[in-house]
């Protein structure tokens, strides 16, 4: 069985600074995508980016960027010029790419990395 | 924010009891998953629904359980509540079949079991 494992429950960063979350996982397969989502304080939850695990190239998205280390089975998420409203929980997640019956593409979450922004 | 809805916000309710929770599913997808999110954890896969049936189920007893409606909307249910079953309980829709199928997460409903 899959997990994803995230050492940090608690992170901080000064305003203006970078932070990275890290997240490892375990798995058998050799198709998947990984994902870290934000959850506000009483908001929904919402996708920062996303990696497939058969690119090479580390996914960004404008001050969010990842290093994913397939080898390592780590998958790490790097803010940059943290702001305020960056404050919140992030998870790791796991999908499989495997197609087939029963496949639900469900996702396997961490236990979240709660980041502190200070102004 | 995303298109998915989920009612009620909160809920209060006794243990032994009954709750329903309902989600309506962003326009265009046509699969809702199901997750428990217990305070200061990650999320759960309880179960997912496609073509109102289940489709894949995590590791929840049978007193869980779900419908799927023909617009896609869908609904937990939850029977002889336990203390345990008190947590925030998202569902997320997704259109299986094309793309990546990625899921689009609810407001969630907290529900409190005394």
């Known amino acids: 069985a899959q997990t994803v494992t995230q050492s940090q429950p608690e992170m901080s960063v000064q305003e203006a600074e970078t932070v990275t979350l890290s997240c490892t996982y375990d798995?058998?397969?050799?198709?998947?995508?990984l994902f870290w989502y934000k959850q506000p304080p009483s908001r929904q939850m919402i996708l920062v980016i996303r990696q497939e695990a058969y690119k090479q190239q580390n996914a960004t998205e404008n001050r969010f960027s990842v290093n994913f280390q397939k080898a390592a089975k780590s998958f790490s998420l790097k803010i940059s010029d943290s702001q305020l409203g960056d404050a919140a929980m992030y998870f790791c997640a796991y999908r499989s790419g495997v197609h087939g019956s029963g496949n639900t593409g469900k996702l396997i979450f961490g236990q979240g990395t709660t980041l502190q922004v200070k102004p | 924010e995303t298109g998915v809805t989920q009612s009620p916000t909160h809920l209060i309710k006794t243990r032994g009891q009954q709750v329903t929770l309902r989600c309506s599913s962003q326009s265009g997808h046509n699969t809702v998953s199901w997750y428990q999110q217990a305070l200061g954890q990650g999320p759960q896969f309880i179960f997912q629904?496609?073509?109102?049936?289940?489709?894949g189920r995590g590791n929840f007893p049978p007193r869980f359980s779900g419908l799927q409606f023909p617009n896609y909307s869908s609904e937990l249910n939850v029977n002889a509540l336990e203390l345990d079953d008190s947590a925030l309980y998202l569902c997320?829709?997704?259109?299986?079949?094309?793309?990546?199928?990625?899921?689009?997460f609810g407001p969630g409903t907290r529900l409190t079991v005394t």
């Open positions: 798995t058998s397969e050799s198709d998947y995508y």
């Open positions: 997320a829709s997704s259109l299986m079949g094309q793309g990546d199928g990625e899921q689009y």
């Open positions: 629904y496609y073509r109102e049936e289940e489709n």
